[in-house]
């Protein structure tokens, strides 16, 4: 395993390394909200016009509003008392209505970090989606350093699996908007149909007949494109993941190109790697900072000026970096 250098974060009294950051945005309460009111909104319309709908067609149509009002107030309680603690090898956190996890470093995967969203990929397959938590960048760099270990996959390889899966997805992608849009809008021309375009308050025993299905085949077919909202979500991860493993498997494999190599560090996220150089029979050394083009190849993008020796390189570039000259060295012979 590489060597880390140093982990930059501060320990309380309490032994947690790190903490998240649980906020929720504006646009989400806003959703919920919304989507409270317009359920009571609908409750109230219907029961001002229950004397002119039958028992037996007034109940599924409150069974629905009851099912939206009650998915709005989990929606509000939603990370309700949320916390995700770092601690030393271990992470303890509790998310979403149900969600916990009390684990040790060794049983994690991966951590992937998105915009408010931390996702942690367990060894034994399962995985952790928290959301609202806005330093899962932070987070994920944390968990990252501390399950460490130099990409040993080749780029070949992994290129390969992200080609693949990057085609399957775009496939899918298309296919589920186009069937999306096709089976929402007949639904609405269907129903507009056999009710003749009339208004709710307007219709007759013969259109609720027909509405009522409609409407439980169309809330069916909302549930089933979730579904698929959500398996769509977890083959992004795995694109994501692969795409952090081949920076790893690019940066243990890559020829060092900058002269004498002496050491070589890389970050906890893969993002680029730094390579101290030497001169022959002379203690000055120099560094080359390398990171990813667009298409996964390292380029040296910054060279340092010259240090009279090795002590005297920028504390603040190498103190949060992971010396890998072991690996690469490693992988080399």
């Not at 601690?87 to 996890?101: H, P, S, T, V």
């Not at 996959?153 to 290129?159: I, R």
């Amino acid at each position: 395993m590489a060597v880390l250098r140093s982990i930059c974060y501060n320990k309380t009294k309490s032994g947690v390394l790190m903490d998240g950051n649980f906020v929720r945005s504006r646009k989400n309460k806003l959703t919920s909200w919304i989507l409270v009111i317009s359920c009571a909104a609908l409750t109230c319309m219907f029961l001002l016009e229950k004397d002119k709908i039958e028992s037996s067609e007034l109940i599924p149509l409150l069974v629905i509003i009851a099912l939206g009002v009650i998915g709005a107030a989990l929606s509000i309680g939603m990370n309700a008392g949320a916390y995700f603690h770092i601690r030393e090898n271990k992470i303890k956190a509790r998310y979403g209505l149900f969600g916990r996890i009390d684990c040790s470093m060794d049983e994690i995967e991966y951590a992937l970090p998105r915009n408010n969203e931390l996702i942690i990929g367990m060894k034994d397959g399962k995985h952790h989606t928290i959301t609202e938590i806005s330093n899962s960048y932070e987070l994920s760099s944390a968990i990252r350093r501390q399950i460490f270990t130099l990409e040993t996959e080749t780029p070949d390889v992994l290129a390969a699996q992200l080609n693949e899966n990057e085609t399957s997805f775009n496939k899918r992608m298309i296919w589920m908007a186009l069937g999306g849009g096709a089976v929402f809008i007949g639904y609405a021309f269907i129903v507009s149909f056999l009710t003749g375009g009339r208004e709710l308050s307007e219709f007759t025993n013969a259109d609720w007949d027909m509405f009522i299905p409609m409407g439980i085949g169309g809330v069916l077919t909302a549930i089933i494109y979730n579904c698929a909202l959500i398996r769509r979500a977890k083959r992004m991860t795995l694109i994501d993941n692969i795409i952090y493993c081949l920076h790893g498997a690019v940066i243990a494999t890559e020829p060092l190109s900058c002269g004498n190599a002496e050491s070589v560090y890389t970050d906890e996220n893969y993002e680029k790697r730094i390579i101290v150089c030497s001169f022959p029979n002379d203690k000055g050394v120099y560094y080359c900072v390398q990171t990813f083009d667009d298409y996964f190849q390292l380029e040296t993008t910054y060279t340092s000026r010259i240090y009279a020796n090795k002590d005297e390189l920028p504390e603040d570039v190498f103190s949060k970096l992971i010396d890998i000259t072991s690996n690469i060295q490693k992988s080399g012979e």
